[in-house]
């Protein structure tokens, strides 16, 4: 110590204050970016996936028996580097596990699929799971950033459970690729024990030509998104600590609707809603802001006030009378209690749905210049069991909406920002018990004098514990005027319709009701030789009214061409051998079931109509009354309803049938002259 005290000493000062000055500059610098891993020579899209460690977690397994289902906490990275010369917008990867991987959390990016976490990745129902980038949407290119590797590289941090066999086996995903279909992915030789690294390349590379200047407005573009409903997050206006945000949703499918629709999304960053008109939240709560980080930044701020600090709010649209409201109403497209017509229905007003929000942000982003971050993970389900479902994509960045100027001038005002979230009716989801109809058929005709009903439990069966009948005995046969009784009084007549013509022993037990909130009868009524004609009658079973219902049915080609009009519905033909259907003005309700005088137990809300078809366009081979006389598909309010097992048989006995159809129409005449006071 002593000798390095004395060399100290015959140090010169200045010379020693030189060297601590250089000493104490190199501290101070910045650390540099962490490379990118070695991209193998990819000019494309480098995807590296890397498993840094796990560790065994309990239950503790027998290694003898059951080393493969031992579950491990693992963590791991992957790693997105745009070496090519085309800008990356809103990109997506796809990653395929095979080890049981449950996802618990997700670091810069989240699920394509909206997905909570935990997520497991085997039980989803595509073998595939994948990501969206966030907050990073976006990756430049080298040669528009000068190879800034914060601007080209994004990494996706992974921490969940496995199942796996023992060290020394790497558990890594099987297959790893970009979700952009304009890109071919494929595995390098480089590959570790630990990394799995694949380059994506364009399968055309003169896509490059059509892409926007780099650094210019529309390079961060996507075009705007189609889907069965469409959700645009415009942001109007935007302040140091706060944006006002207009949300719109707007249905794009040909015959779905959403009744009472409630939309819910995840904030990332911390945000929270002040203030909202055109909708409202399913609940008011800002605790999680009063004993959060945003009760510590905003001490000013009274939270009793603010209307929802969760993480993921719910929202609903307003009912008419709050249209006018001058604090919650006054915003375009609201307040219609959350219905979504399709387009076919009228001018496409009533198609559209908005709100308007003023949101609260949080650091890093609490300043003029900080860019804007849309939620992500949206969802929106109807009220109705007759509404569709949906899955919804993550918001991807599009070209600012344009507003008519406020001032009235020949004018459009640009949004500050915007993005679009496509989401889509689901058909199959293995994830979810099948959902059963809503709705179902029954067929009749001219030259038969028995219905053919409803599939028994068509819409779902009575609970076992409770149920008395059979529910997979086939429906039986009824006389046309038991279309109008509940399910528990058709029983008795079908019994003695069975018994007075002879169609043989009723099965033992009884075949369940069809359980469907509506039923629609699809009845062949005329057969000659230049035309034919059919009628078409919902039954409203449920306990509330149906405002603004729509039908359509689908028919052979054969026949479809063939088509004129119907006599009490506003009809389309709508291609691909569908009539489109909705009540006129005046008949767009299908009334609740309902008592009334004259019998002991309810009957449903009806509406009919006529409809007429000529031969003159249709082959010779047209057989309306074997087939091509009955529809193939039937849909209400959008929903697909379940259809019979036949078709009525014919010659049975044309007499006999006409009086029983005129003694149903007589019989509902009656009713209805009742029920109406009349």
Known sequence: MEAMHAATNRIPFPRLAVLLLLVAIAAA??????????????????????????????????PATEAESQPYSFRASTTVLNSGVRTLPSWALVLTFVHGEILVGVDGAVLTSGADLPYNTTAAPTTTTSFSGYPQTDLLTPIATAGDLSKIQATVRLFGTLFAGPEPLVPLPSALSLADPAYNCSPLATATTTTLPTCCVLKSPDQVAAEPPAGSAAASYLPRVAGDLVITYDVLQAHESTYLTLVTLENDAPMGRLDGWELSWEWQRGEFVNTMRGAYPRQVDASECLFGPQGQYYKDIDFSKVLNCERRPA??????????????????HCCRNGTLLPKSMGDGTQSVSAFQMEVYKMPPDVNRTSRLHAPANFRVSGASPLNPE????????VSPSEFLDPSGLDSTTL???????????????????????????SFSSFNDESVVPCNTCACGCPAPATRTCSATAPAMLLPPYALLMPFERRDKEALKWAHDKELGA??????????CGVSVNWHLATDAAGGWSARITLFNWEDSDMRDWFTSVVLDDKVYGGFEQAYSFNTTAAGNGTIFMRGREGFDFLIRESNVSGVDYPVPGKQQSVLSFTKKTSPGDVDVVRRDGFPTKVFFNGEECAMPQRIPSHGVGLRASRGALVLLLLFYLVLSAQHIGL
């Open 315 to 332: 929202v609903f649209d307003l009912p008419p009378e709050r249209r006018q409201d001058a604090s919650m109403g006054q915003i375009e």
């Open 415 to 441: 949004a500050v920002a915007s993005w679009q979230v496509s989401c889509n009716i689901t058909v199959d989801d293995t994830t979810k018990p099948a959902k059963p109809p809503q709705c179902c058929v």
């Open 390 to 397: 949906y899955a919804c994509g993550q918001p991807v960045p």
């Open 29 to 62: 610098q910045p650390l540099p970016v962490a490379p990118p891993p070695d991209d193998a020579g990819c000019n494309g899209v480098l995807l590296t996936y890397t498993f840094e460690g796990r560790e065994r977690i309990r239950p503790f397994l027998d």
């Open 506 to 515: 009723p099965p033992d037990p009884l075949p369940c009701g069809d359980m």
